[in-house]
């Protein structure tokens, strides 16, 4: 068969395959008597496909939301879409009915670029519900408590490296959140980490999936059929890419957990979540490596990436803010001198006696949520919502970016303003908790990052100023606030002015060192 002949089948293909799956759509709406939720108007044969975003997403999706409501529908070639909008309606489908809204679509690049063993994107089943469980065992709540001294350590390590490097605080709080995920996963210790391999590796491996993740930012998301063509033909240039990013994470994979065997063959002691992982393997009298390698895999690609790329955006965002709003930094410095005083670092136990620099934090994720739509859900059977008919099928967002500047919620939500979060001097119950996520899909590894942005928040407002930075003329520089597109949203590179408090803050941070010496 000449190329020709193979380009006409392939063509008839994708043709009988939409039509299908279009007259079947139809079919099963049509015997269901409902109409789907409301929506831009669809045009013949491609319904919303032009106007589907790839850019900023879910702005677009918070502009259909204003207009149609909290439960907006679309479809794009055949594939149904519902965005929702509204918190309450999110808790409905995704924690009130979890066993219909657990499943993940398909997304053709997530299985070319060799992530499709990540616990984040495994559709709902057995193999996901057993990377779950032993994801569990070690990043639930109070097991994740035991991690606290290496957090601790990486956050005074923190406060050491900006008292020399200030002006490289974004790739420091880059290093705070992979030295304490490759310490509790791996037993390994991160000197200089801009040249060290394995974080290396991670970045390089979650950067092409995070560049790749949403339905129409490569063809192959839309039609997944062109999987099959060969990569040198015209507009398949995906297939290079994903080939090169197979091998990154099979070596980002098989790279560190060498080296926590080979740790074990020379220490019997097991010292990491890798390590406890592979001796209750041996225990059992099987081998379990191929889970443990994919379940350390997805802490290890967090170093950028899922549930740890909200420490390295959250912190942003804080510094960010701080520099913005210098009498909302006072208010949480006096507040944390009242309670702790200034002859020692604040601790763990410190936080229940600290509101408004919990509030600060929960406004941090309010303000700029990392995950803005969140990671796609997919409707596993049809059903039924307020009259509304969802196919099963149907790719289902969460747009936390609108839940999160519901003004009937957060008045002027554009303003930073963590005094929302507390009524009558006290913490009220918004503990902005959607931020990582809903129902059977929440991250998994919360509860470490939580601890960790925390950490780090309050241990930078006890001994740093934050401030815009000036030129050589002394005249501040202007912040401009961007952020970046794409699955993650993280704050553009910009400058600001990171300066001790006092000699005695300055002491303390240098007493740390001696500390860990």
Not at 97 to 108: E, F, G, K, M
Not at 143 to 169: A, C, G, M, N
Request: overall charge neutral.
């Amino acid at each position: 068969m000449d190329y020709r002949s193979s380009f006409v089948l392939l063509g008839l293909l994708v043709l009988l395959k939409f039509f299908g799956e279009k007259l079947l759509r139809v079919w099963r709406q049509y015997s269901s008597g409902l109409p789907f939720p409301p929506g831009p108007s669809p045009q013949l044969f491609v319904g919303n496909y032009r106007e589907i975003p790839t850019k900023f997403p879910w702005l677009t999706y918070t502009h259909w939301g204003n207009r149609y409501g909290g439960l907006v529908h679309a479809s794009a070639l055949g594939q149904h879409i519902v965005i929702v909008n509204s918190l309450k309606t999110a808790s409905e489908l995704f924690d009130k009915r979890s066993h219909i809204y657990s499943d993940r679509p398909t997304v053709a690049m997530v299985d070319l670029l060799g992530w499709d063993f990540n616990i984040g994107f495994l559709p709902y089943g057995e193999r996901w519900r057993r990377q779950r469980r032993m994801f569990q065992q070690h990043f639930r709540r109070d097991i994740s408590q035991s991690y606290r001294p290496i957090q601790i350590q990486k956050v005074h390590r923190l406060l050491q490296e900006l008292l020399t490097r200030p002006q490289e605080f974004r790739d420091l709080i880059k290093t705070l959140a992979a030295s304490i995920i490759m310490r509790t996963v791996y037993g390994y210790e991160i000197q200089r980490r801009t040249n060290d391999r394995f974080v290396t590796l991670s970045e390089n491996a979650v950067k092409k999936i995070v560049d790749s993740f949403f339905p129409g930012a490569v063809a192959v998301n839309t039609f997944p059929i062109l999987r099959h063509l060969p990569g040198w033909l015209p507009g398949c240039g995906f297939q290079q890419y994903a080939a090169e990013c197979r091998d990154l994470v099979e070596e980002m994979k098989s790279a560190p957990f060498e080296f926590v065997k080979q740790n074990m063959r020379e220490d019997a002691v097991a010292k990491s979540v890798v390590g406890k992982l592979l001796t209750a393997s041996d225990a059992r009298g099987r081998s379990d490596d191929k889970m443990i390698q994919e379940v350390a895999a997805v802490a290890y690609a967090g170093t950028n990436d899922f549930h740890t790329i909200s420490t390295v955006s959250a912190l942003g965002t804080f510094f960010l803010a701080m520099a913005l709003h210098p009498d909302i930094q006072k208010k949480a410095q006096n507040e944390i001198d009242g309670i702790i005083g200034t002859h020692r670092l604040p601790e763990s136990g410190d936080r229940p006696s600290l509101p408004f620099v919990e509030a600060l934090y929960r406004e941090l994720k309010r303000w700029r949520p990392v995950l803005p739509l969140g990671v796609a859900h997919a409707a596993s059977e049809d059903d039924v919502y307020e009259g509304y008919f969802i196919p099963k099928g149907t790719t289902v967002f969460s747009n936390i970016w609108a839940m999160t500047r519901d003004e009937s919620v957060y008045t002027d939500p554009e303003r930073f303003n963590p005094d929302r979060f507390i009524t009558e001097g006290k913490l009220n119950n918004d503990d902005i908790g959607i931020a990582f996520g809903f129902g059977r899909r929440i991250c998994p590894g919360r509860h470490a990052a939580d601890t960790t942005v925390w950490a780090a928040i309050v241990s930078v407002l006890s001994t740093f100023n934050i401030a815009k930075a000036k030129d050589e003329t002394g005249k501040e520089i202007e912040i401009d606030v961007a952020y970046s597109d794409g699955f993650i949203s993280h704050p553009l590179p910009f400058e600001c002015s990171v300066t001790p408090r006092s000699e005695t803050a300055k002491n303390l941070v240098h007493a740390t060192a001696h500390q860990e010496s």
